[in-house]
């Protein structure tokens, strides 16, 4: 597509169900990125995934927390067991990979609401 | 690691105004670093990028970054706001041939009243 497109666009969960989080990023992008956006927080950095390669999952807050990118280009962010402070926008990411100072492509978001 | 402050966290300007949102970030070696905003009920998108050469750097709509290595900084800077600037302005770094992964600033919210 001409860009990175995540849906569901907005999702509201009882606490403690399961979510799923997706992402299409821009065709031919190797590198994709997922972050968190709380109110005041800014951009929270959770999983990466570049090519083949293992992920980093560096910045994922729990074990709560997984992903997973099939065939290299869609991808999934998980979260089990929902909390309220896991309430948030959820913003996906790409890139052609290549170089560190390439700019990322955003999407839209999911906002997540747990009640 | 690298991080990221933005000092201003709120601004309110009136159109025509001066524009200077302060960004510092913490990395002793080489770095990238970039200028992202989010218009209201827009995805972000970059505004300016600085990596290697001139640390004047212009962007889209006027704005412009300097990028100061003795102070660790990269302000962003616009002569005369319009009331269209009022977004959300994200200041991100990463390490040159070091992470892809950008570490973002907690943004600022700049709103401009017409």
């Known amino acids: 597509g001409a860009g990175v497109s995540q849906s569901p666009s907005n999702k509201v969960t009882e606490k403690g169900k399961d979510v799923e989080l997706r992402c299409d990023p821009i065709?031919?992008?190797?590198?994709l990125y997922w972050y968190r956006q709380s109110l005041g927080q800014g951009l929270e950095f959770l999983i990466y995934?570049?090519?083949?390669?293992?992920?980093?999952k560096s910045g994922l807050p729990s074990d709560r927390f997984s992903a997973e990118r099939t065939g290299g280009s869609v991808s999934t962010l998980t979260i089990q067991r929902t909390q309220q402070e896991d309430s948030a926008v959820y913003l996906c990411?790409?890139?052609?990979?290549?170089?560190?100072?390439?700019?990322?492509?955003f999407g839209s978001g999911t906002q997540l609401s747990v009640l | 690691a690298q991080s990221v402050s933005q000092h201003n966290h709120h601004v309110i300007l009136s159109e025509a105004a001066s524009l200077e949102l302060g960004c510092n970030y913490s990395y002793g070696g080489t770095v990238n670093l970039f200028w992202y905003v989010q218009y209201p009920g827009q995805h972000l998108q970059l505004l300016l990028k600085y990596f290697s050469g001139d640390p004047l750097v212009k962007g889209i709509k006027g704005f412009e970054a300097e990028f100061i290595k003795s102070k660790f900084s990269f302000n962003l800077r616009k002569p005369s706001v319009q009331w269209s600037d009022t977004a959300e302005y994200f200041c991100a770094v990463t390490a040159s041939g070091g992470s892809y992964i950008p570490t973002f600033g907690r943004g600022t919210s700049l709103i401009v009243h017409p």
């Open positions: 065709s031919g992008h190797t590198a």
């Open positions: 995934f570049q090519g083949n390669s293992a992920p980093d």
């Open positions: 990411a790409s890139s052609s990979g290549i170089a560190t100072n390439e700019k990322l492509f």
